[in-house]
Structure formats: structure tokens, C-alpha cells
């Protein structure tokens, strides 16, 4: 089972971020733990959980002391049975990153670290109103290494200031980093952002977004450097088996649970979300608001998902959307002959897999044009 666990604190909120986080609010870091344990251990008592992932995000997980962190671990120790070979990982900001917090994390079991780096190049670091310097991301990830984290992950981000040159400085930084991960987004401009509300920010931005050329730019340094592309922003450094295995999940389709403010979990067709406001989940942490999702909703997810990894879409979920076998078949015929997919099989099964991953979205609303 995987674990999502939201942690909504912010000491300054970016211009594209769309996350439930709130700014200020420090009078509140305690009562939001307590209340955190209760939905932590309301939600995990109801089964006898085996965890293979934690995923702690936000927000900014590294603004909470470690002390809060030890009445969490300490709450999980007794409510679940945690996996000897889970992965648990923790969302941090490059500019209030230090030592001391790394150890304490190390030592009470997180052992994969994601840190929000964004950008080496000090105007993008401006653009995307980020707090810390490019000097700041050296430092703090070499002292996070040097804390006991060598499962290292970093957040990248291409936006309209970039060009191929720029982009591969930055990535040719990055992979100096004691990293074995890395994720490159495009800045995009979701509705809540405040970045949304501005209108020559927002269409300079949309502008950018309908070229795709620096993405596969950064995915080719990113190959020939010796990091694998496993799914459409997400890549590994070759033999180190550092893919995110809680993402991965996700992306298969697995079950999971989440507690904190606005987290949201899914048990069988059912998704449940905890209140988003941040004095509504204190006052009702246990509290959800439940969605039942429809088969072909879930069938379909996972098909969109499993395109956009190197694992795959299912077969037999693709076989779900088509009334008729036989439109399937000619389906996935045409999409091997086009030389678009190729077929995977894993354990008796067969799965429907991109050649290239950047088209994942545009082969699935090829197949649902032919849904019959």
C-alpha cells in the first residue's frame, strides 16, 4: 500500500504553484500534527496496512522541525507495519534545507529525499519567485549527501526564459549533484495559481508550452549523460534503480491512502479527499468527501498513466474501452505498425508501450477517437 501524507506549510508561495498550501500560518504547526495523527491513525487502523511507500509532500515538509516528524514516525510505527524495503521519501526547499534535519530524517527512516531545485540560472530562479541561489543548491545538496541521503531527487523546470544553451548548463549542473534523479517539468499555469491571474504571464507562458523542443532537448543530454527517461518528466541514472517507486505506483494503478489537508486516497472505485482548508481539517481530520469512479474512469486512468511510463498500459485494460475485440486489435496493430508502440510482456501478461513517451497523451486520444 502507498502512503501520501501532506504537509501544507509555505514560507512564501511561487506564482505557478496550484498546491493546497498555506503561508504564515506557524501558530498552527502543532495542532495541524496532532490532527494529522488522528487521521493518520483513524485511516490506518481500519486494516493492518502493509507499506511499501511513504510519500511526504507539500507544501514545505522541511519547515516543520524534525520534532514534529517524530510523533509522525512514531504514530506509523504503531498503526501500520512498514516494509523493510520501503521507500520513503520527503519533499524539501533548497533555502531552509540543513544538516541537522537531514540526519534527524535519516535516522527516523526517510531515506529518499526530493529537493525543489528548479533552476541553476539565477534570472529563471526570479522568474519562478524562488528564494534561493544557485550557490545555495550546492551547498545544501552536498551537506544532504553528506547527512546520509544517497537517494537524491531534484525538481527541474523549463519555462520561457530557457533556450537549448541555458537548459543544458543547467542540466549538466545538475547531474554533477550527488543526484541519482531527476525530474524535468515545463512550467505550465494551473487555474489557482496566481500566475493564472495574470494575463501577460499566463499567455506569455502558454506561448512556451506548445513547443516541446526543449523537452526533447533535455531528455537527449539527459540519455547521452546516462539517465534514463521512465516516464514522460522522469529520469534515472542508469544501475541505480533510483526510480520513484511511490510515483510508479501511482502511474500502475495501485491502491493508496492519503491524510493531511486536502490529500486524497483510492480504495477499489472509491476516492476519498480530506478537507482543503487548513482550520476545517484540524476541527475534522477523519473527515472525507467521497467520489465513486466509474470503471471506465479508473480503466481509462490507468491506460493514460501506463502510456506515459516505460512500463506500459495494460492490454487487457485497452481491451476494456473497446465494445469489440476486434477494433482493439486493429487498434493496437495500427499503433505497432506505425511504429508508434511496441508490445511488452511481463509475468504472462502483455502491455501497450510508447516508443516515444512524449506522444503517451496523443496515442490515448487517438484510441478514444476509435472507442466503439
Known amino acids: ?78 498503526y501500520a507495519h512498514i516494509d523493510k524495503d520501503c521507500e520513503i521519501s520527503i519533499e524539501a526547499n533548497v533555502n531552509i534545507l540543513n544538516t541537522q534535519w537531514c540526519k534527524d530524517l535519516r ?105 516541446e523542443t526543449l523537452s526533447f532537448f533535455a531528455r537527449d543530454i539527459l540519455k547521452n549523460a546516462g539517465f534514463m527517461q521512465y516516464e514522460v518528466s522522469n529520469y534515472v541514472r542508469n544501475g541505480t534503480n533510483a526510480e520513484c517507486r511511490h510515483n510508479l505506483g501511482y502511474w500502475q494503478g495501485k491502491e493508496y491512502l492519503g491524510c493531511g489537508a486536502a490529500a486524497v486516497g483510492r480504495i477499489g472505485d472509491t476516492r476519498m479527499k480530506a478537507y482543503p482548508q487548513l482550520k476545517g481539517y484540524i476541527a475534522s481530520p477523519i473527515q472525507r468527501f467521497i467520489e465513486s469512479l466509474s470503471q471506465r474512469d479508473m480503466c481509462l486512468e490507468r491506460i493514460m498513466l501506463g502510456l506515459r511510463c516505460k512500463s506500459g498500459a495494460r492490454i487487457c485494460d485497452i481491451e476494456q474501452l473497446f465494445a469489440k475485440r476486434h477494433f482493439m ?27 516515444e513517451l512524449f506522444l503517451a497523451d496523443e496515442i490515448v486520444l487517438w484510441l478514444l477517437s476509435r472507442e466503439q
Not at 541519482?180 to 500566475?195: C, K, P, Q, T, W
Open 107 to 211: 535516522a527516523l527512516g526517510v531515506n529518499r529525499l526530493s529537493v525543489g531545485v528548479q533552476s541553476f540560472y539565477e534570472p529563471k530562479l526570479a522568474f519562478l519567485e524562488r528564494d534561493h541561489s544557485t550557490k545555495d543548491i550546492f551547498y545544501h545538496i552536498q551537506s544532504a549527501y553528506n547527512a546520509g541521503f544517497t537517494n537524491l531527487s531534484c525538481d527541474m523546470m523549463i519555462t520561457p526564459l530557457d533556450n537549448q544553451e541555458i537548459l543544458e548548463s543547467e542540466l549538466t549542473q545538475a547531474m554533477n549533484l550527488p543526484i541519482n534523479h531527476i525530474s524535468v517539468y515545463a512550467l505550465s499555469i494551473d487555474e489557482g495559481s496566481r500566475f493564472a491571474s495574470q494575463e501577460v504571464m499566463n499567455n506569455k507562458v502558454c506561448e512556451s508550452s506548445k513547443d
Open 329 to 355: 486489435q486493429e487498434c493496437v496493430k495500427n499503433l505497432l505498425e506505425g511504429n508508434k508502440c511496441y508490445i511488452r510482456k511481463e509475468r504472462g501478461e502483455e502491455f501497450l508501450v510508447a516508443n
Open 1 to 78: 500500500m502507498l502512503l501520501y501524507i501532506h504537509i501544507p506549510f509555505c514560507a512564501s508561495k511561487c506564482g505557478y504553484c496550484a498546491f493546497t498550501s498555506f503561508i504564515g500560518e506557524e501558530s498552527y504547526f502543532e495542532s495541524y500534527v496532532e490532527a494529522l495523527c488522528v487521521d493518520l491513525a483513524y485511516t490506518l487502523s481500519i486494516q493492518n496496512y502493509h507499506l511499501d511507500s511513504i510519500f511526504i509532500g507539500g507544501g514545505t515538509p522541511n519547515l516543520l522541525a524534525s520534532k514534529f516528524y517524530k510523533k509522525i514516525f512514531a504514530l506509523l510505527a504503531k
